[in-house]
């Protein structure tokens, strides 16, 4: 099959750093090729990912989340993959306008990796007329109101990169975006009342998130806490192999959590807030702990001795590798050109 994958203008795929989106496009590109699959991916020229590949933008398109700067990045993506047999769009603009350029356009998948709101419900809507729309977990679709959701796929990693690690390091890990919906300020005091050495993998780069650091993280560290840095994903995965735990205690409901995946794949138990994905992610009292608050949490903290690092990396092979998203979305793929079987309109 000629699969045409698009990523967002933002950022390369794979990310340098942090980029949940793009880790998750280059592990399904390198997953599909590796099923036999003619991929092309639309992204940006800077990017590694070793499939074929074009690009509007030779780096990232500036501003951030420029509506103009998307639509020329789509309109380019859908001329330039109108021949393929199916195009898996990750962008919003695009699969809203991309197949009403052309009399006849290949049929369309779009993924919402980001929440269903009063906002973008509408968009969906309107973009599931024509497209198959695609949930990254069973928490995000029940969120999804009148927009009618094809599949649910949950994200897969590389398990090779992220492997098995022995634990060890006398700290607890936090990884993910500067930011009060990730928790940051409650991972700190959780960690203090824990007694436990937190290390704090982070993005901060926006004026938001330096902001947010500066009034609410800042003032709980102490001159022996280490500052929040942003770490290459290698120094990232190191991390996580050595870790006693990670912990997530999110504020909001977060639509998948890419990070509670890779932390079970290095064999490292997760602790998060009882919020979106979470519950299918982490098997409560087998690879991690659904806790209810802060104080749940560091309750929780303590019993993770009791836990056995070969469950969390065998729940991460069992459910979370890139083959098993690749084979979900290959059926899926299928399905939808059949189903499209030439027909310019997407009907159920």
């Known amino acids: 099959m000629r699969i045409g994958l698009i990523a967002p203008p933002w950022l390369p ?6 980029g949940g989106t793009e ?32 690009a509007f933008f030779a780096r990232a398109a500036e501003p951030v989340d420029s509506s103009a700067a998307e639509a020329a990045h789509v309109l380019a993506a859908y001329e330039e993959l109108s ?53 990254i977990s069973h928490a995000q679709a029940r969120t999804a109101g009148d927009v009618p959701i094809t599949a649910v796929i949950h994200h897969g990693i590389d398990l090779d990169a992220y492997q098995s690690g022995p634990g060890g390091g006398d700290y607890v890990l936090f990884v993910g975006r500067m930011c009060r919906d990730k928790g940051v300020h409650d991972a700190v005091e959780i960690a203090r009342r824990a007694g436990r050495r937190l290390i704090i993998a982070t993005k901060m780069r926006s004026m938001d ?19 929040p840095l942003e770490r290459p994903v290698s120094q990232v995965i190191e991390l996580m192999r050595h870790a006693e735990a990670l912990i997530n205690p999110i504020r909001w409901p977060e639509p998948f959590g890419l990070v509670m995946a890779e932390a079970l794949a290095c064999a490292t138990p997760v602790l998060s807030f009882s919020r979106g994905a979470a519950p299918e992610i982490v098997e409560h009292g087998r690879t991690g ?60």
């Open 13 to 18: 795929v794979p990310p340098p750093a942090y």
């Open 289 to 348: 702990f659904l806790c209810a608050d802060a104080e749940d949490m560091v309750i929780a903290l303590d019993k993770i001795a009791d836990l056995d690092r070969d469950q969390c990396r065998s729940a991460a092979v069992r459910r979370f590798s890139r083959e098993r998203m690749a084979a979900d979305h290959e059926r899926l793929y299928g399905a939808v050109v059949t189903k499209h079987s030439g027909c310019a309109e997407f009907t159920r």
């Open 209 to 227: 998130e330096k902001a947010y650091f500066d009034q609410q993280v800042r003032p709980l560290l102490g001159p022996d806490d280490e500052l």
């Open 23 to 54: 880790s998750v496009l280059d592990d399904l590109a390198r997953g599909l090729a590796d099923r036999g699959h003619d991929v092309h991916l639309f992204t940006l020229a800077e990017s590694t990912c070793p499939v074929a590949s074009t």
């Open 83 to 135: 021949d393929m047999d199916i195009i898996h769009d990750h962008t919003l603009l695009g699969p809203l306008i991309g197949p009403r350029l052309r009399r006849e356009t290949p049929p369309v998948v779009a993924t919402n990796h980001n929440l269903f709101s009063e906002v973008t419900r509408p968009v969906f809507a309107r973009i599931a007329r024509r497209a198959a729309v695609v949930s």
